[in-house]
């Protein structure tokens, strides 16, 4: 079947604590992203990849690290969490950047930071 | 920073109504507006999209407006149903960032049985 994979579902942790959120597809899509939702402000852009090794920031990339080294992962990091990082998180993937191209996403990654 | 401005953010409807979300976009060199519903639980799915050289699109009981003068695209609910109950999002490529889609703040839609 394909689709987005993400996890933890659920994550609480405390502030300062470095965390991993994994995400993989199946599709053999180039595009890969990563986004936040938080309720009135919709869906934001953390950081996005064209392809392997390719990496560039979204509109809210602060406290935020990706990395993309196969085609298949793009995992989010989060270095130093802190409480504003409490979100709902989502990676999506497509077969191409933005254009036209359906973006197939995870069922999301709900983290809390205290 | 460019925005999609989506209205309004909750909606509440009775089983039968016609829901009616609204979108307006700012500049944007790609045609191409889609729509993706949101349940709980899930991940936003792509639900329908059109290109502007339509001034609608129909799937089902699902319908795109959209109107390229006035920079504003909505989408229409027929003969909802309490299945329809989710978040949905509007999006816009974006106009300088390689056609990145530019998501909405979302509308939390009700349908009432």
């Known amino acids: 079947e394909a689709q987005v994979t993400q996890n933890p579902r659920y994550l609480i942790t405390v502030t300062g604590k470095k965390l991993t959120v994994t995400c993989s597809q199946n599709?053999?899509?180039?595009?890969m992203s990563w986004y936040r939702q938080d309720p009135g402000l919709g869906l934001r852009q953390i950081y996005y990849?064209?392809?392997?090794?390719?990496?560039d920031k979204g509109d809210v990339p602060e406290g935020y690290k990706v990395s993309r080294k196969e085609k298949r992962n793009f995992p989010l990091i989060l270095e130093s969490p802190s409480p504003n990082q409490t979100s709902l998180y989502f990676c999506?993937?497509?077969?191409?950047?933005?254009?036209?191209?359906?973006?197939?996403f995870g069922n999301g990654t709900r983290l809390t930071v205290t | 920073q460019q925005q999609v401005k989506q209205s309004p953010q909750s909606l509440i409807v009775q089983k039968g109504g016609i829901p009616i979300i609204n979108c307006a976009y700012e500049n944007t060199a790609f045609d191409y507006f889609p729509w993706y519903q949101q349940f709980p639980g899930k991940g936003p799915a792509l639900l329908i999209a059109i290109r502007p050289d339509v001034s609608e699109k129909k799937e089902g009981r699902f319908t795109i407006s959209f109107n390229k003068s006035a920079k504003q695209f909505s989408l229409h609910i027929m003969d909802s149903q309490p299945g329809d109950s989710a978040t949905y999002f509007c999006?816009?490529?974006?106009?300088?960032?390689?056609?990145?889609?530019?998501f909405g703040q979302g509308t939390e839609l009700s349908v009432k049985p």
């Open positions: 599709m053999n899509h180039e595009y």
């Open positions: 999006a816009a490529p974006s106009y300088n960032q390689g056609g990145k889609l530019i």
């Open positions: 990849s064209m392809n392997v090794e390719v990496t």
């Open positions: 999506a993937s497509s077969l191409l950047a933005g254009d036209r191209s359906p973006l197939h």
